[in-house]
């Protein structure tokens, strides 16, 4: 189990940009997959990126694909969601979580940072 804390959340004017970081406790989080997930009002919970323990693989969800950027530094336990081109469609609640064993079932989840992009 990892306890996770999302921070680099705000108010940011459309094409601008954000970094979201998510800082995990634990000595196995090398050993997880990390996500980033996000759910704005009245909407399901949406995936936008997912990237392996080593940092080798990434995957995102077409909405935020060639615009956002998800990495890692397992030596600071830290996963990064760098926001660029942002839209009002990106306003949300913007989560992060961890998958044990790199599987794809995440069961740690953090407390989440808003996201508001101003038109």
């Known amino acids: 189990q990892v306890q996770l804390v999302e921070s680099g959340g705000g108010l940011v004017q459309a094409g601008g940009s954000l970094r979201l970081s998510c800082a995990a406790s634990?000595?196995?989080?090398?050993?997880?997959?990390m996500g980033w997930f996000r759910q704005a009002p009245g909407k399901e919970r949406e995936f936008v990126a997912s990237?392996?323990?080593?940092?080798?693989?990434?995957y995102y969800g077409d909405s935020v694909k060639g615009r956002f950027t998800i990495s890692r530094d397992n030596a600071k336990n830290t996963v990064y969601l760098q926001m660029n081109s942002l839209t009002p469609e990106d306003t949300a609640v913007y989560y992060c979580?961890?998958?044990?064993?790199?599987?794809?079932?995440?069961?740690?989840w953090g407390q989440g940072t808003q996201v508001t992009v101003s038109s």
């Open positions: 979580a961890a998958a044990p064993g790199g599987g794809n079932k995440y069961v740690d």
């Open positions: 634990g000595r196995t989080f090398s050993t997880y997959r």
């Open positions: 990237i392996n323990w080593s940092g080798g693989r990434t």
